[in-house]
């Protein structure tokens, strides 16, 4: 299945609306039911609909009624987001499905609300010049991965499926830029690769996407912290419709989305294209889909061993989605 950016025009107004082993439960404070000065979000390459939303002000000029500020904060992948909803840095964040279940799994208290794109955002990456055409080529190998994200639990899989373990090849724990970087160096064999990054390898140095099962790329939602989602539930509907303009918007202008992931990433059109290529942004109501597809990456991982056999993986799930906050049908 190829997953592409849908250019159809979502009109009408919306009414309702990675984790690097230190998923501990937060220390933080609860939010309390008074008034909101800040609100704190998330940013990344990964949520092209995110860059919208912050170079337009969408939710800036929403607040501004009452009062509440908006932060930014960058998020380099899943794994960073989740660490930031956990230690309470920010109110919202980016991350993959999977990634975000591993997280509430771990004791981060998060509920996923919105998802932002169906992505086939990664794959395992090589050189041309290393030999390795499969998965099973892998074995005794190096490979680049960022723990507690997408691609790392894409990796799991993909290990899996060719009847191998992480510990059949030599893991190498960096932040996604920085895996693309040592396979560029020869510092590693492989990578397990995020765009817009990947797609720069592709384009760039003519890397090899040896492997790639776009079913297997969990959705890109964006989760909240659950007592925040409990305490303002109207500012959590507040948010994804300003969400829905932002993506709505993308969808409209194609062109703009372009130009705001090549200003943020720094990388040429060609490879931003590229990434546009693998992202569906046309499904944004959370609930049974989203929900089967994490489902089956959790049972991957406890079947692997990465969830201990007695977690209940269908209950962790249920707790993760919320999806009450969904914005209304497109008319």
Known sequence: ?????????????????????????????????????????????????????????????????????????????????????????????SSAGAAALLARINGNPIKAVYAFSRPEWTALVTRKDTGIAKVADLKGKRIAVTRGTDPHIFLIRALQGAGLTEKDAKLVLLQHPDGRTALDRGDVDAWAGLDPMMAAAEIENNDVLFFRDPAANTWGVLDVREDFATAHPELVRLVIAAYEQARTYALKNPEALKAALVAATKLPEPVIARQIE?????????????????????????????????????????????????????R
């Open 1 to 93: 299945m190829t997953l592409r950016l849908d250019r159809r025009i979502f009109a009408g107004t919306v009414l309702g609306i990675l984790a690097c082993g230190t998923l501990a439960l937060s220390g933080a404070a609860p939010v309390r039911a008074a008034d909101v000065q800040e609100i704190r979000l998330d940013w990344a390459t990964y949520n092209p609909v995110s860059l919208v939303l912050k170079e337009k002000g969408f939710l800036e000029e929403a607040l501004k009624p009452q009062g509440i500020k908006v932060r930014w904060t960058q998020s380099l992948g899943s794994n960073k987001a989740l660490e930031f909803l956990n230690g309470g840095a920010i109110d919202f964040g």
């Open 278 to 330: 693998r992202t569906d942004l046309s499904q944004p109501a959370i609930g049974p889909t989203q929900a089967e597809a994490i489902r089956a990456a959790g049972a991957a991982l406890q079947q692997a061993g990465v969830i201990a056999a007695d977690t209940n993986v269908q209950a962790a799930v249920d707790g993760l989605i919320d999806p009450q906050f969904n914005p209304a049908p497109a």
